[in-house]
């Protein structure tokens, strides 16, 4: 099929690097001209496991092309997906400036029959107003039909994801706008849900909102096991066998962060709003998400008495491993707040360093973990990295100043590291006054 994504982002670049592998021809556009040229280069503007390897066959392929413009885009595609990033306002509500201008390019450079799909998360009710707009824009007769296909691929397993997705949602108006999306999608052999489109918004939302409120329920599990001394590992494992709850998503640590949670939630709760609804619960969620950096904070406070002048080894910058990603990091508030109390930061990240230029005038930046532990008072570790898992910690014992390890992300055992002679501490291992 004759695919066109406008808006090269995460969601954007994985999905037509994926729709052009099945066979299909995707031409791809970004309002972003450096992202453009770097990707007919070859370069990859983020990382992402895997994506490179399938951005060149793409382009090797001829099937995968960069274009500068809308139009070009419009020009021979009958799907365009929307892509573009939905930032959030100060107020929380998404911005949804770049949905309206790329739609208005799109109507008014179409001259027979599109399929236009948002697949960038939206609030409900954007469809209404991409038809309004695509309306007032169009060409006189110039059919068109819009419909919602939102995306749950997940940052560092986007590919997986996308492939073998857990179910795909179609939110459409017409036989027609169904019959192309089900087409497009035959290949993955996944459950797909055909619904209207403001459902299928509201998925979307809903979805990662509610699993945002799973994190922040075991992360508050997590405080309790902390005072009385229980192991929120167990519970949560112990709750997960339950098949209506699952284990995933139950894993405590510095909270969530990342370019969807935080600004989806914050945009639901402002939806609720707008239509009448006090969405307390995700006010709550948010809000113990929050409090958790805190949390982390105070713990490595509590374990080394005074901050002021002690030196912290911070293990990872990026949100959540395999990815480079720092948007709404738990690792920014949790350096600024220890800087704040005075103490040095060192830090480590496998991907992200690159992205953190800048953005910490004060910290030091180390080549590997152990460069980080070199004369550390603790070694605090933000994100879990698959190469923080298997360090040599008798070297890093040697390195450090004391030897202590606060475990934002409880990857390590307690009792192989304690053996080993160091202070450990996790998030709700019972441990924090030990
Ligand atoms: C999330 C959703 O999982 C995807 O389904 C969705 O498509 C995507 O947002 C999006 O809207 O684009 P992503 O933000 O890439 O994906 O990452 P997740 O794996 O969901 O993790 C989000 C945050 O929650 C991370 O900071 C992670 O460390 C944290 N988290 C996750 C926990 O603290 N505990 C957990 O048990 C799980």
Redesign the pocket.
Known sequence: MNIGIIGAG??GLVTGACFADLGNRVVMADRDHKKIAMLKRRQMPFFEPGLEELVHRGVASKRLTFVPTTREVVTGSTLIFLCVGTPPRSSGEADLTAVEDVTREIAQAMRSYRLIVEKS?VPVETGEWIKRTCRLAIRRGVPFDVASN?????????IQ?FLHPDRIVLGVETKRAQALLTELYKPLHAPVLVTDIKSAELI?HA??SF??V??SF??SVAEICDTVGADVVKV?EGMGFDKRIGR??????????????PK?VSAFIRIAEKHGHNFQLLKAAAAVNEAQRKRFVKRIAQTLWNLNNKTVGVLGLA???N?D?LR???SIDIIRMLEEEGAKVRVFDPKAMAQADGFFPEVTFCRNPYEVARGADCLAVV??WNEFKELDFSRIKKLMRQPVIVDG?NMYDPASIRRLGFRYVGMGKGDALE
């Open positions: 995460h969601v998360t939102p995306e749950f691929l997940r940052e560092g397993s986007a994801d979307k979805s990662n699993l945002a799973k994190v075991i992360n949560a995933s998503f139950l894993d405590a640590g510095v909270g969530y962060g990342g370019s969807c949670f989806d949100f959540k491993p990815t990603d709404e990091a738990p994100t879990e992300r």
